[in-house]
């Protein structure tokens, strides 16, 4: 019986040897194509399944599907083409397969499965990347921002809407100087409800975090009619007045005051939020100090100090109305809603100031 059996078995793989390569003709360059484009289309999906609200995700795709079109042209098809010819070329000499050749076809079949995963990674950052710089510019270059509708800024999605504009600026410099992340972002949401054109009409204090224009000075910043003075509402009407000469255009703004250039302003409070912080070992007195200055976080018990412990509570709230994703995507259908007519999104509204750096806009 045993005999029998292997007899049987040794016919079946004789045959299934003789076989072989003309079945290697059709299954070797199907198993090449496959295994070259399963991370290709893998990961064209994973990018298309993670957020087709973003317009360069979307150009991602095309762009990658076009690469796999002429890659597939110029090398894989020719490969496996060749492949085939060798195939049939040892199927018609009546050669049988031996075990490397088994041995190669499970190599490519399992290349298929092992490797999407890592392939697929590395094909969505590569294509990502890639293309994100050039298709943001494409995208927002004609995007129209003026005239847009916002929530009241006094309120949470109000202060929302407009924060998120500079959301790639506090990004940048929160970690640039190694603070938490929303550091500047709340600090923003608190002095100037996003709204780089705003002012403190009862100390003269200016820009996206509101800062006097006698520490802007000392900051090293250049401030309009040179005022030196920690409270003046002197200056906060001769801001006032400049701010509608100009009509509310920021470059215009930067020319008289630097408070009104976003980035320089949030780089030195960036500065001045990391010499706190070495000097008290503590991003929430680090914080405090903006608005108390550093004599003025800690009592003589070395607790906060209550005009610390308010500022901080009002600060960090809004750090927290910030992480709160039913919050943002309230602020966000809001926006959607009010500037439907215009086919404007959150997202464009927010990609545009990424990519002209908020030039030229008031609110």
């Known amino acids: 019986m045993v005999m029998a059996f292997e007899k049987i078995l040794r016919k079946v793989i004789g045959a299934a040897n003789k076989i072989k390569p003309y079945v290697d003709s059709v299954v070797d360059p199907t198993l090449v194509v496959g295994a070259a484009n399963a991370g290709m289309l893998y990961g064209l999906f994973k990018i298309g399944d993670s957020d087709l609200n973003d317009p360069a995700k979307v150009l991602a795709i095309g762009a990658g599907a076009l690469a796999d079109y002429f890659a597939n042209k110029k090398i894989v098809f020719p490969l496996a083409k060749k492949i085939r010819e060798i195939d049939l070329r040892k199927a018609g000499a009546g050669l049988e397969a031996r075990i490397g050749s088994w041995f190669k076809t499970g190599v490519l079949a399992i290349t298929i499965v092992a490797t999407v995963p890592y392939v697929a990674k590395n094909v969505k950052h590569i294509l990502y990347e890639a293309i994100r710089p050039n298709a943001e510019q494409l995208i927002y270059k004609g995007v129209d921002v003026s005239n847009v509708k916002l929530a009241e800024k006094e309120s949470e999605i109000g202060r929302i809407q407009r924060t998120e504009r500079w959301k790639y600026l506090t990004d940048k ?129 070395s607790e906060f100090t209550k005009k610390a412990k308010k500022y901080l509570g009002r600060v960090n709230r809004w750090e927290e109305i910030r992480k709160n994703k ?22 464009g509204y927010v990609g545009w100031f990424k990519n002209n750096n908020g030039k030229n806009r008031k609110k």
């Open 326 to 347: 039913k919050i943002m995507a309230e602020a966000a259908k809001d926006f959607n809603r009010r500037n439907y007519e215009k086919g404007l999104t959150f997202d």
């Open 173 to 301: 410099y929160e970690k640039m100087y190694g603070m938490p992340q929303y550091t500047l972002y709340k600090l923003i949401m608190e002095e100037s409800y996003g709204d780089p054109t705003c002012i403190n009409e009862n100390d003269g204090g200016a820009g996206l975090i509101h800062t006097q224009p006698g520490k802007a000075q000392e900051l090293g910043l250049k401030v309009y009619q040179n005022c030196n003075a920690i409270i003046s509402k002197e200056h906060a009407e001769a801001l006032a007045k400049l701010i509608k000469r100009v009509k509310y255009n920021l470059d215009s703004l930067s020319a008289y005051d630097d408070r009104f250039n976003n980035e320089k302003l949030i780089s030195e409070i960036a500065k001045e939020l990391k010499k706190n912080y070495e000097f008290f070992g503590d991003w929430d007195a680090a914080v405090a100090a903006i608005n108390t200055g550093r004599n003025g976080v800690y009592n003589k018990n």
